[in-house]
Every structure is written in structure tokens, then in C-alpha cells.
């Protein structure tokens, strides 16, 4: 029995999105994701029996996609028996759409690649063919001179990281201390601001106000005695 590998085309803008929320993954990174893996499934299965089906009809007439799964590689599916099971698996929430404004046109030549495989999937997938090969080997081959470029640079920026972390590290720490010595000087300045408060509003009362002259007099006498202590240090002399 000769197997028959099924390749699912789903939309890399919404692959890339959907890497992008889950992993934080840049945009250009899922595209480059997509295009790698699509890239294996199709020249990986090259000389064999193998279907293109839509992610979009698998979720819209599972059904009808399954029927030409089975009719592809020789195979009855019994799905009525696993319907209820199938249909409460194949929700709309697997369906992630694309963010708005979000276009291959914005990624440039990483774009056109992963625009020309798509439209190769979907057409063999709706028309039940097999794609333009020497399209693909075209977009192959751009795509691998592009990777034999970025490598030399990912290493070198993975490189330059790496030396990088100690000092982000070090100034990671001093960041954490200034921050905490700036809550402590808030804590203070909260502190002294409220001891502000409560003075104004003692100076405020009429018991302070009354006793004001008493504080004045205990001032001078304070005064006098050090004046006199002072005197008689000269003196002793």
C-alpha cells in the first residue's frame, strides 16, 4: 500500500500573526517559518501519491475535503460515525484571522516567494493538479541564495548578543537600584510632606498661637545662656 501524503495550504499572513501572539514572533519570522516548512512538505513528497487541500475548505466542508482525501489515496473514511466529534473539533476559533491592514506586499522579495507558493497550493488544491514545479524550483532557489546570505548575519548578531548580555545584565541591576532608591527618596518626600501637614495645621491652633510669646521668651533665654557661656570661656583666658 503506497502511502499518500496530504499538504494543507493555510494562509502564512495568519500563520505569521498567529506565531506573532502566541511566541512574539516578528512577522517576517513566521513568513520565513511558513515558507521553510512549505518548502519541505512540497519537495519532500515530490515522485510519491500525495493531495493539496485548502485549511479554509477543511474548516468550511470537512466533508468534502476528507472525500477527496480518501478518493486520492484509495481509502473509504467512514465520517458520520466521528461527525459529531469532528465537527465539535473543527471550530471557527481554529480560524485566526490575519491582522488588519496586514499584506505580503509589505514584506518585499520574502513576500513575492511566499505569494508565489500560495497561489501554487491553493490552485492545486482547488483544481486538484500539481503545482508549476519549475515555478517553485525558481522561488526555491532565490529563497535558498537569500538563506546562505541571512545565516553568516545570524550568527554574527546571535554572536554580538551573547557578548551583549553580561553588560545588559550589569546595567539590568543598576536600573533596579536606582529604582529603588527612587521609592525611597518618594517614601521620604511622603514622609516629610505629610510631617508638613501636621505642623501647619498645629501652627493653625489657637493653643499654638496662644503659647507663641512663651516659645519666644524660652528662645532668648536659650540665647543668653549661650552667650554667657561663651563669655565666660573668654574670660577664663
Same mark, same amino acid.
Given at each position: 500500500?503506497?502511502p499518500?501524503?496530504v499538504?494543507?495550504?493555510?494562509? !502564512?499572513?495568519?500563520?505569521? !500573526?498567529?506565531l506573532?501572539r502566541?511566541n &512574539?514572533?516578528p512577522m517576517?519570522?513566521? %513568513? ?11 519537495y &519532500?513528497?515530490r #515522485?510519491?501519491?500525495?493531495?493539496f ?5 477543511? %474548516?468550511?466542508?470537512w466533508? =468534502?475535503t476528507?472525500?477527496r482525501i =480518501?478518493?486520492?489515496? +484509495?481509502?473509504?473514511?467512514?465520517c458520520?460515525?466521528?461527525a459529531?466529534?469532528?465537527? &465539535? ?8 484571522? !490575519?491582522?488588519? +491592514? ?5 514584506? #518585499?522579495e520574502?513576500g ?7 497561489r ?7 483544481? #486538484?493538479?500539481e503545482?508549476?514545479?519549475? @515555478? ?8 535558498a541564495?537569500f ?11 546571535r ?9 545588559v545584565?550589569?546595567?539590568t541591576?543598576?536600573?533596579k ?16 510632606? &505629610? ?7 498645629m501652627?493653625?491652633? %489657637? ?7 512663651l516659645?519666644? @521668651?524660652?528662645?532668648r533665654v ?6 554667657a557661656?561663651r563669655t ?6
Amino acid at each position: 500500500l503506497a502511502p499518500t501524503f496530504v499538504i494543507t495550504m493555510r494562509d !502564512a499572513v495568519e500563520i505569521a !500573526a498567529s506565531l506573532q501572539r502566541r511566541n &512574539g514572533f516578528p512577522m517576517e519570522k513566521g %513568513l520565513l517559518l511558513w515558507l521553510a516548512h512549505m518548502q519541505s512538505a512540497e519537495y &519532500g513528497t515530490r #515522485g510519491t501519491r500525495r493531495i493539496f487541500v485548502s485549511y479554509d475548505d477543511l %474548516l468550511r466542508d470537512w466533508r =468534502g475535503t476528507v472525500e477527496r482525501i =480518501g478518493a486520492s489515496a +484509495g481509502v473509504w473514511f467512514d465520517c458520520e460515525s466521528h461527525a459529531a466529534e469532528i465537527e &465539535g473539533f473543527l471550530s471557527k476559533d481554529l480560524r485566526h484571522a !490575519a491582522p488588519a +491592514g496586514a499584506s505580503l506586499d509589505q514584506f #518585499g522579495e520574502l513576500g513575492a516567494w511566499v505569494s508565489t507558493l500560495s497561489r501554487e497550493f491553493r490552485r492545486a488544491a482547488a483544481e #486538484g493538479v500539481e503545482p508549476d514545479i519549475a @515555478l517553485l524550483d525558481r522561488t526555491y532557489e532565490a529563497f535558498a541564495a537569500f538563506i546562505t546570505i541571512l545565516r553568516p548575519v545570524e550568527s554574527f548578531t546571535r554572536r554580538t548578543l551573547a557578548e551583549l548580555a553580561p553588560r545588559v545584565a550589569e546595567l539590568t541591576n543598576q536600573v533596579k537600584g536606582l529604582n529603588e532608591q527612587v521609592a525611597a527618596y518618594q517614601k521620604e518626600t511622603a514622609r516629610l510632606q &505629610g510631617m508638613e501637614l501636621r505642623v501647619a495645621a498645629m501652627e493653625a491652633t %489657637l493653643s499654638w498661637r496662644i503659647t507663641a510669646p512663651l516659645r519666644s @521668651l524660652k528662645l532668648r533665654v536659650w540665647l543668653a545662656r549661650k552667650s554667657a557661656r561663651r563669655t565666660l570661656r573668654m574670660l577664663a583666658f
